[in-house]
């Protein structure tokens, strides 16, 4: 009895064991492919990289268009690893998602990607992706409104060119009543210390006082705003970005943000 029953305890030990080797096994297993979890396809790598969609991605690869670290690869299902250089006809590429987010800004958060500045825009943009988005641009403290945000070099160059890119709409309420001679001077241009300063627009708000104004203009920051109207004697008391190119704050709340639709994308590339 007594062996009988040593038999089943060293039966159970080796189940146990078997347990216990397939629970180590499984942790190879696991290890291995969190080891791999890393490594990319290349047709993904390349669409990421929003050079193309991923099946586009197969014909380019197909016809040697890609290289990865130097080498071109024609290889169907080639796996991109950490660290690695890939290149479509000859630039480097990002497999990082490209991300487009805009922010309805209030009031209190300074437009920097900067540390240890207090509250800053990125805080309220924080869960929007994982990407690494930065704004476009400048809004003030104390300035609110449209904030574009993404990690696509293209459309950055794109808003930083003051005489081809896009055009912003601010909302202004100033500290007193702009004089019709001053407004025409602005939309006219002139020069501060022999530099021209020009803007798209700038008219009275429909249905407000004078002190209230509408001005386009394809500047990126706000302190261009301020240099102008300080030029004049007026002070801000508020400023409000209403619109940049065709997008607006239609549906995005104070404080909320949105990601652009690809319709919305496309109408901003061909801005």
């Given at each position: 009895m007594?062996?009988?029953k040593?038999?089943?305890?060293f039966?159970?030990?080796?189940?146990?064991?078997?347990?216990?080797?397939?629970?180590?096994?499984?942790?190879?297993?696991?290890?291995?492919?969190?080891?791999?979890?890393?490594?990319?396809?290349?047709?993904?790598?390349?669409?990421?990289?929003g050079?193309?969609?991923?099946?586009?991605?197969?014909?380019?690869?197909?016809?040697?268009?890609?290289s990865?670290?130097?080498?071109?690869?024609?290889?169907?299902?080639?796996?991109?690893?950490p660290?690695?250089?890939?290149?479509?006809?000859?630039?480097?590429?990002?497999?990082?998602?490209?991300?487009?987010v805009?922010?309805?800004?209030?009031?209190?958060?300074a437009?920097?990607?900067?540390?240890?500045?207090?509250?800053?825009?990125?805080d309220?943009?924080?869960?929007?992706?994982n990407?690494?988005?930065?704004?476009?641009g400048?809004?003030?403290?104390?300035?609110?409104?449209?904030l574009?945000?993404?990690?696509?070099?293209?459309?950055?160059k794109?808003?930083?060119?003051?005489?081809?890119?896009?055009a912003?709409?601010?909302?202004?309420?100033?500290?007193?009543?702009?004089?019709?001679?001053?407004?025409?001077?602005?939309?006219?241009g002139?020069?501060i210390?022999?530099?021209?300063?020009?803007?798209?627009?700038?008219?009275?708000?429909?249905?407000?006082?004078k002190k209230?104004?509408?001005?386009k203009i394809?500047?990126?920051?706000?302190?261009?705003?301020?240099?102008?109207?300080?030029?004049?004697n007026?002070?801000?008391?508020?400023?409000?970005?209403?619109?940049?190119?065709?997008?607006?704050?239609?549906?995005?709340?104070?404080?909320?943000?949105?990601h652009?639709?690809?319709?919305?994308?496309?109408?901003?590339?061909?801005?």
């Open positions: 007594n062996r009988h040593g038999k089943g305890n039966s159970k030990g080796k189940q146990d064991d078997r347990r216990y080797m397939n629970k180590a096994g499984n942790k190879s297993t696991s290890g291995k492919m969190a080891k791999n979890s890393d490594e990319i396809r290349l047709n993904k790598y390349v669409a990421n990289a050079v193309c969609s991923r099946r586009e991605a197969d014909v380019h690869i197909a016809t040697g268009l890609v990865v670290n130097g080498k071109v690869i024609t290889e169907m299902g080639y796996k991109v690893k660290g690695d250089e890939v290149r479509y006809d000859g630039s480097r590429i990002s497999p990082e998602k490209k991300a487009y805009l922010l309805n800004k209030p009031k209190g958060f437009t920097t990607t900067s540390e240890g500045k207090g509250r800053t825009v990125m309220l943009v924080a869960n929007a992706t990407s690494k988005i930065k704004p476009i400048r809004l003030g403290r104390n300035s609110k409104g449209l574009l945000f993404t990690n696509d070099d293209t459309i950055h794109k808003f930083t060119n003051s005489k081809n890119g896009v912003r709409l601010f909302h202004i309420e100033l500290d007193k009543n702009l004089k019709l001679e001053d407004l025409k001077k602005i939309q006219n002139f020069k210390d022999g530099k021209l300063i020009e803007v798209e627009e700038i008219s009275y708000i429909d249905g407000a006082t209230e104004v509408g001005l394809k500047n990126t920051g706000n302190t261009i705003i301020r240099t102008i109207l300080e030029f004049f007026y002070d801000i008391l508020s400023l409000d970005c209403v619109a940049i190119g065709h997008l607006t704050k239609k549906d995005i709340p104070r404080g909320h943000w949105k652009l639709t690809e319709q919305e994308l496309n109408t901003l590339r061909m801005l």
